[in-house]
Nanobody, 124 residues
């Protein structure tokens, strides 16, 4: 199975940018679809974006479309979430995850492997 580790979170002012990374160990990440989710205090975990194994199919939540970009570098066994024009409502713990399936699902319960999360705080 694959182990996932997120990094790159931090404190950023509104309008700023951050790039999150999701690194894999145990198995090559190119074998997996990868999704990004986030969870703010008191909220359910929500889908942010996801990318197919080849990178040819990428999905985004409407709330981040045009501001966030998911990409992957299979040679580095890493998937990225580039976040721009950040808003205070983007504040959350961000997780990367991999499903057993081969399609990019927006449903958290279809993802089997999860990282520990990285916290993003956007100040107003």
């Amino acid at each position: 199975q694959v182990q996932l580790v997120e990094s790159g979170g931090g404190l950023v002012p509104a309008g700023g940018s951050l790039r999150l990374s999701c690194a894999a160990s145990g198995r090559t990440l190119s074998s997996y679809v990868v999704g990004w989710f986030r969870q703010a205090p008191g909220n359910e975990r929500e889908f942010v974006g996801g990318i197919s194994r080849s990178g040819g199919n990428i999905r985004y939540a409407d709330s981040v479309k045009g501001r966030f970009t998911v990409s992957r570098d299979n040679a580095k066994n890493t998937v990225y979430l580039q976040m721009t024009s950040l808003k205070p409502e983007d504040t959350a713990v961000y997780y990367c995850a991999a499903p057993a399936s081969l399609y990019v699902s927006s449903l958290a319960n279809e993802y089997n492997y999860w990282g520990q999360g990285t916290r993003v705080t956007v100040s107003s």
